[in-house]
């Protein structure tokens, strides 16, 4: 019975690992600015910058990423009631792409992690984080900046975990600039 016991205990910490990292792995809001009368209602107009990239980017395969970027953003602010034109607009789109590589860890335990012989009989152990694994963390910043006043009315920086799944990068953007723009 506390063979059972242990296993179903066992069964239920790994369902809630995998609950846990399913959850992590989406889009989450690490910055945000608005001014205060700002609202979407005053613009009619919007126009892209420049975008600047940082970190660990390949410079061939991001500008396809890029224009899935502007893409998405330009369904938002539509989908708000701006247009997009090329010149003079009342609204100017900054964007910043920041890719770094993170190294995952995992805490010891003496269950797991048996103690270590240190010399003369002596044994030791001590919690600690260990890496595990890396993984790739992208930063989305999103900078509006109001052209008639010259000033940033609006930002949101976005973070998440890069799949390495190719086929996953649209949807993975699509949701990311959902989250910037609350649709």
Known sequence: MKRFAHHLFLCQLF??????QSCASGSEITHSYTERNFSFEQYETFAFADTQTSGDIVA?????KIELIKSQITKALESKGLSRVNDNPELLVNLGIAVSEQVQTRQTDFITDAPRYIGQRNYKWESEEIPVGTYKKGTLDIHLVDTRIGELVWQRSVSRVI???QKNIPKDIEEAVEKAFGL
Do not use: F
């Open 15 to 20: 369902l809630i690992i995998l609950v846990l």
């Open 60 to 64: 061939e395969t991001i500008d396809p």
């Open 163 to 165: 799949t390495e799944n």
